[in-house]
């Protein structure tokens, strides 16, 4: 007898045992709805059941269910097709690589950070599978209607449970496998290589999502969707402190490193267990620094991950907890030079440390302060934060650390200097070390720029401890202690309702240009406190702003008359609103949050639909994000992943390091075109949104960027109204005159700003050509040169307001509807 | 017939008159020609105006000054009329009748802007857009505060914001505003009194409420309030949020508000004028063939071709039977109770469950997307206020279960017989609790109900499928029944 199974392998059978499944009266053969139907049976019928006949009828409909790559070609074909990649050479590599090279050396990057992304994920989630069993439950609360949406759009479910975690994190897991196989072995073209590319960045998504989620549903992290709307305005407080002011260490202090936040959880744990909240301080640095107060509201967030080595020379800590982390310097030997112990924790954290977990925590204390070890590694975190928290009491009561490791004596430090600037050379902000040396204020403003990179240090020859003297220096000048911030922890999701607000003011009205989201590490040159101007510039002009990941605790170093900036606006996801989502897996809710917008207005499912849901919000929603500081492999994905998700996204400062940009051409009018929806018409449209990826140099650059970015084919008379408003007043602010494309968005004298209108008629006349009549155009001038009536004009260029149009000729209705 | 009207029109004569006569007896002030030439009309205002100022709130210790508002016991007014007679106003003219800003530093004041409109084509149909185009230059004026209308109105000028405003400018920009938005607006004038002490204060400002606004006010409000469906011959179309929901089209009426709650039906006949090329678009009634419902020949048509050839009937007043399709964005909702045969009410606001076992968020996911959803209807928060509100599913007696917060914004609009016997998630949310409430309280619903004791709930077809016609003939055969047109 043959096994079973075999005989679906026949054709001839595979034909014969048609799947149809039945929606009102309209029947739905799903081998033509998956590519692969087997084992997913199950999930198709629930979506497609779920869409209903309506919607059914009007599409095509076709289910990316655990897609592969190639599954969302319909999409990634628009977007690569319009956006073409285009690399930067790297300066250091001697020839010029072709192209698909390079954009193998981006999928490549893609898939690091992928791979960071899903092992962390994995951790927690087989953690979790052991202490809550994989039944355990997941509910997002009662505020989110829409659950796991990274996951759901590419695997047809969302994860109601931790087994349904794992089948989500296998697929994501057997994905990274194929991609890793083109991305070392592949020979593919430039559009494949990016095809794959966007995958990783979507997987990253999804990733990021799990972790996210299981910090929310089993560890109790702050989370929107359990608390009503009506709290959102001021929830959660402005009460988190920030900065190293912030720390009082007279008390033993733990700082907490990486990105795995067990070991911090474990710790407050014993620590509320045993009546010790104001007995010690429980502080972060980057993610970590930003997962603690979404427990805890007594945690602080101390800095960012890359300026880790601000807290260790700084001498904060008495005992420091490691994980797996995006450090890349010897903590063990930073922490020895404060007499700080370590505990590393978990099996990547490799430090060189003794492996104590099989010890009883009493034990080890005993030892690590009897013998002076540097510290230990476990791999339990229960026993970690246990230690850890121990190690701090005990630490401090023996009065083992100096009060104070800043150099008293700056001059004789300094005066080893030769003034070779090999210093210089390295710095990556190209301070001018060798010259402040003799100069305590000039050292103090170094601090102001330095990231505590550590470069200069290493190439000195003469071995001065440049980053003690700058530490030192500040400190005099009181940067220290003023380094004291407030912020709102981490909220996690936004809600539907939100967006039901949101569609109003960005849809609908244009009370409010879009929603802008600030995400990355916060490792750039430059200023902190630009982000926060960043952010700052678009909240007053009614936008609604989100931060997420480390630039959050850069975002509340705003400080002016008014306070600072989180407590000068609402926690809400409303215009106006600044929103902080939460450290690094947070980022998960940017896409998530606008997945939201779109499904407010249009009722897709969210399930394996990723092309119909793209090419909607793509083409309607005025979002942008800015990924401020940019560098690193996990920044990399998510950009690919937010790439795909149609949502452009701005990079800077110093953008151009980022080697890989989907830009756009506004003056090949062949690229810029749509379908009507209903007819199937190609309709020629308006450049927009002009790039996907794009580089910036400034601060001015970016919101003048952002600001253009923010025109969409399918916005409404208001809402274009507003977006061309804000790409006019930023240029004409920053760089005194108007783009040279800013007619290209103008279809009514409607949609010009009242007290600019009589302004840009006059120009549209003078320098475009147009034939203006008072305040009104009589004629425009097409792309084409022709001039022509408004009646004309709007039936030649751009989508008629309110008429559905798409991208994907699948997703042009049927015809003859009934 | 004709005796009526006359005297309307001579009320209306008399009372421009009476206006003129104060209008001219207000003491003499600082008399300004702020440009009438459109390239000029924002020269010399240094102060930004745009959607993005909307909503400013200035707290008491950032206030420059304040006029109007509790502190003067709301005795101020902003007062905007439509004058006929081209030689009565000189276009441009804004006088300043009492002190200056920057002479009123830390004070609160009683005060009035009068501004007066013409226009060959402009009647007092359109008071109300003309309204909030004035307001926008203090509404979207950086650093002003603007709380309530007319006679309540209440202002406050922020400090840091305070040297980039004048009266002169402010009313430049009123009228201004109001000109280059609407093209019917050919001549404007405007005084701003400032009621000090010397002045008068807030006795002379009342003087004027009294005598001028409040009488102006009633008669058109009560014009206002008789418009209705059957004097419009035409009603408007909008497919804005075609764009979410393919296939979508709202037809707006005077009775019927759209569920976005952002378009009235005269605002509708405005934009077609002003915006030919937007999307807003006439709907010719044609023939009325059910004046309960609100169905009609001419509206079918139009929403057949509009919606893409996919909705056929469209009964304005039901939520049961053939109701308008929405998008997802409505403030609030309708729907269908089968447990009861009765209809809920819910807005946005609310969090918690509905008796449907769902919350708001879910149930607008359940019935958006364009879909024409028999039994379930997105409203704006406003719609309830119609006249016209569901009476083909029997008006305010079908009505059961509405949100306490929601319920009480409602209050008036509710008839007061009706208004205890309406369960809020206080009285309960489970159906079964529901029914035994309705009983208790004698809900006309329970009337319809088999010997009073068990609902015999109606079939309702699934989303975008017609009724069966025995059905369709139960289901308006219930609305009838029970309801009772609330007295006007
Ligand atoms: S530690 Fe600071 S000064 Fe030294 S190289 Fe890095 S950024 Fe420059
Ligand atoms: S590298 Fe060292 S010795 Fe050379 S200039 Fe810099 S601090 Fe001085
Ligand atoms: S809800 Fe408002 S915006 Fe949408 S189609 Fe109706 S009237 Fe237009």
């Given amino acids: 007898m043959e096994p079973e199974g075999f005989a679906t392998l026949r054709a001839g059978e595979k034909k014969a045992n048609k799947k149809i499944v039945k929606v009102g009266d309209c029947e739905v053969d799903l081998e033509e709805v998956v590519r692969d139907l087997r084992g997913v049976e199950d999930i198709a019928t629930d979506i497609i059941k779920e869409m209903g006949e309506r919607r059914v009828k009007q599409w095509k409909p076709k289910l990316n269910i655990l897609a592969h790559a190639s599954d969302i070609a319909e999409w990634d074909n628009v977007l690569l097709n319009r956006y073409h990649p285009l690399y930067t050479s790297i300066p250091s590599t001697p020839t010029i690589m072709e192209e698909s090279n390079q954009a193998k050396l981006s999928l490549q990057d893609t898939c690091k950070g992928l791979f960071k992304q899903l092992t962390f994920a994995r951790d927690l989630l087989e953690f979790a599978i052991k202490v809550f069993g994989r039944n355990r439950e997941i509910d997002m609360g009662s505020s989110i209607t829409y659950p796991t949406m990274n996951t759901s759009m590419l695997t047809g479910f969302y994860t109601k449970n931790l087994d349904d975690m794992d089948r989500a994190l296998s697929y994501a897991e057997t994905q990274l496998s194929e991609l890793l196989l083109a991305a070392y072995f592949g020979a593919e073209s430039v559009i494949e290589f990016e095809e794959k590319a966007l995958h990783a960045g979507a997987l990253t998504f999804l990733a990021m999502e799990i972790a996210e989620t299981i910090k929310m549903c089993c560890f109790e992290f702050f989370n929107a969707g359990n608390h009503p709307a009506t709290e959102y305005s001021d929830s959660p407080p402005v009460e988190i402190e920030v900065g190293m002011g912030a720390v009082d260490r007279t008390k033993p202090v733990i700082v907490f490193f990486g990105n795995n936040f067990l070991p911090a959880w474990f710790a407050v744990e014993h620590v509320k267990a045993n009546g010790l909240e104001d007995a010690i301080e429980i502080c972060g640095v980057g993610a970590v620094g930003h997962d603690i107060p979404r427990f805890y509201n007594g945690g602080k967030v101390l800095t960012s991950a890359v300026k880790a080595r601000k807290v ?57 302060m009897e013998n002076d070890l540097p510290g230990v590694r476990i791999t339990i975190p229960e026993k970690a934060g246990e230690l850890a928290v121990k190690l701090a009491i005990a630490i401090k009561q023996k009065g083992k650390r100096k009060e104070n490791y800043l150099l008293a004596e700056l001059k004789e430090e300094a005066s080893r200097c030769n003034s070779c600037d090999l210093c210089i050379e390295v710095c990556p902000n190209k301070q001018t070390i060798s010259k402040a040396m003799d100069d305590v204020s000039a050292l103090a403003d170094i601090y102001d720029n330095c990231i505590f990179c550590g470069l200069c240090e290493r190439a000195c020859p003469e071995g001065v401890p440049i980053m003690d003297l700058i530490m030192s220096a500040a400190a005099t000048r009181g940067k220290l202690k003023g380094d004291k911030y407030l912020m ?84 809400a996801g409303v215009l106006k609103g600044l929103v902080n989502f939460g450290g690094c897996t947070a980022i998960s809710h940017v896409p998530a949050a606008i997945y939201r917008g779109a499904l407010v207005g249009s009722g897709y499912t969210p399930k394996a639909n990723w092309t119909q849901i793209a090419d909607y919000l793509y083409a309607r929603l005025p979002v942008v994000v800015i990924m401020w500081g940019a560098a690193t492999e996990e920044m990399y994905a998510v950009a690919s992943g937010l790439v795909r998700s149609g949502i452009p996204v701005v990079i800077g400062p110093s953008g151009f390091k980022f080697k890989r940009y989907f830009l756009g051409d506004k003056d090949d009018r062949s690229k810029w075109w749509m379908y009507d929806g209903v007819t199937g018409e190609k309709k020629e449209v308006e450049p927009c949104p002009m790039h996907m990826l794009v580089p910036v140099d400034t601060k001015e650059e970016a919101i003048a960027m952002c600001a253009k970015l923010l025109h969409r084919p399918l916005a409404l008379r208001d809402p274009r109204l507003a977006s061309l408003e804000a790409e006019n007043e930023a240029y004409k602010n920053f760089f005194g005159e108007y783009s040279d494309d800013w007619h290209l968005y103008v279809r009514s004298e409607q949609e010009l700003h009242v007290m600019r209108r009589a302004e840009l008629l006059r120009k549209l006349g003078q320098e475009h050509g147009w034939e203006i009549e008072g305040m009104k155009i009589k004629r425009a001038k097409h792309r084409s040169g022709e001039l022509m009536d408004m009646q004309e004009y709007n039936k030649r260029y751009g989508i008629q307001l309110g008429r559905y149009s798409t991208l994907v000729p699948r997703l042009i209705t049927r015809k003859g509807i009934k | 017939m004709t005796k009526a009207k006359l005297t309307e029109e001579e009320e209306e004569q008399e009372q421009a008159r009476d206006r003129q006569e104060i209008w001219d007896a207000l003491p003499k002030g600082k008399v300004y020609h702020v440009p009438t030439n459109p390239d000029d009309f ?443 047109i609330p007295p006007p």
């Fill in chain 2, 42 to 484: 924002f020269t010399g205002i240094s102060y930004d105006i745009s959607p993005r100022q909307a909503g400013q709130r200035v707290r008491k210790h950032d206030m420059y000054c304040e006029l109007g508002g509790p502190k003067q016991r709301y005795s101020s007014f902003f007062f905007i009329e439509v004058v006929k007679g081209e030689d009565k106003i000189e276009d441009g003219r804004v006088e300043v009748i009492g002190p200056e800003i920057k002479e009123i530093e830390g004070q609160s004041l009683p005060f009035g802007f009068w501004i007066r409109y013409y226009g060959k084509e402009l009647t007092e149909d359109y008071l109300d857009l003309l309204t909030r185009w004035t307001y926008f230059a203090l509404e979207e004026g950086e650093g002003w505060m603007l709380l309530n209308t007319r006679d309540t109105i209440w202002l406050r000028l922020h400090k840091k914001d305070a040297d980039k405003h004048d009266f002169e400018h402010l009313g430049q920009a009123m009228i201004n505003l109001c000109k280059i938005q609407f093209p019917l607006v050919e001549k404007a004038d405007a005084k701003i009194l400032i009621a000090t002490e010397d002045l008068g204060g807030s006795k002379h400002t009342k003087g004027i409420i009294d005598n001028v606004c409040v009488p102006y006010w009633e008669r058109v409000d009560k014009r206002a309030r008789a418009f209705s469906d059957d004097d419009a011959d035409t009603f408007y179309g909008c497919t804005i949020c075609q764009t979410f929901a393919p296939s979508h089209v709202c037809a707006v009426a005077p009775d019927r508000p759209p569920y976005c709650g952002i378009i009235t039906w005269i605002g509708a006949k405005v934009m077609c004028d002003l915006d030919p090329y937007g999307y807003i678009f006439e709907m010719p009634k044609g023939e009325c063939v059910d004046p309960e419902g609100g169905e009609y020949t001419g509206i079918n048509e139009k929403i057949y071709e509009k919606s893409n050839r996919t909705y056929k009937r469209v009964v304005m007043y039901s939520s049961i039977t053939y109701p308008q399709t929405n998008c997802g964005c409505f403030e609030a909702a309708i729907f269908y109770i089968p447990d009861v045969d009765g209809l809920g009410l819910v807005d946005r606001r609310y969090g918690g469950e509905t008796p449907l076992g769902v919350t708001f968020s879910k149930l607008a996911g359940l019935i958006s997307g364009g879909q024409q959803n028999h039994g379930y209807c997105g409203i704006s928060s406003r719609t309830p206020r119609s006249r016209k509100f569901v009476r083909a599913d029997g008006g305010w007696n079908r009505i059961v279960w509405i949100p306490k917060e929601y319920k009480q914004i409602l209050t008036e609009s509710i008839p007061a017989e009706m208004f205890d016997k309406i369960a809020t998630e206080e009285d309960c949310i489970d159906p079964k609790e529901l029914k035994e409430f309705l009983k208790r309280v004698h809900h006309p619903v329970v009337t319809l109900w088999k010997d009073g004791e068990t609902p015999d709930p109606l079939n309702l077809p699934p989303p975008n499928t017609d009724w069966d016609q025995e059905e369709e003939k139960k289901a308006r055969g219930k609305g009838k029944d029970i309801l009772v």
């Fill in chain 1, 312 to 368: 260790t020379r700084a001498g904060i800590p008495d005992v420091v907890v490691a994980s797996e982390t995006c450090l890349d310097f010897d903590l063990v030997a930073e922490a020895k030079r404060v007499d700080a112990k370590v505990v590393a924790y978990g099996y990547k954290a490799g430090s060189g440390l003794e492996d104590r977990s099989d010890d009883s925590v009493d034990d080890i204390l005993k030892n690590v």
């Fill in chain 1, 488 to 571: 709102r922890a981490g909220r996690g999701p936004m809600s539907e309702l939100e967006w039901r607000d949101l569609t109003f003011g960005i849809i609908l009205g244009g009370n409010g240009p879009g929603m802008i989201n600030i995400i990355g590490c916060g490792n750039y040159p430059g200023s902190e406190r630009e982000v926060a101007e960043i952010a700052r510039y678009f909240l007053e002009r009614n936008a609604l702003v989100t931060v997420s990941g480390c630039v959050a605790a850069d975002v509340a170093k705003y400080f002016d008359e008014n306070g600072f900036l989180f407590e000068q606006y609402i926690a």
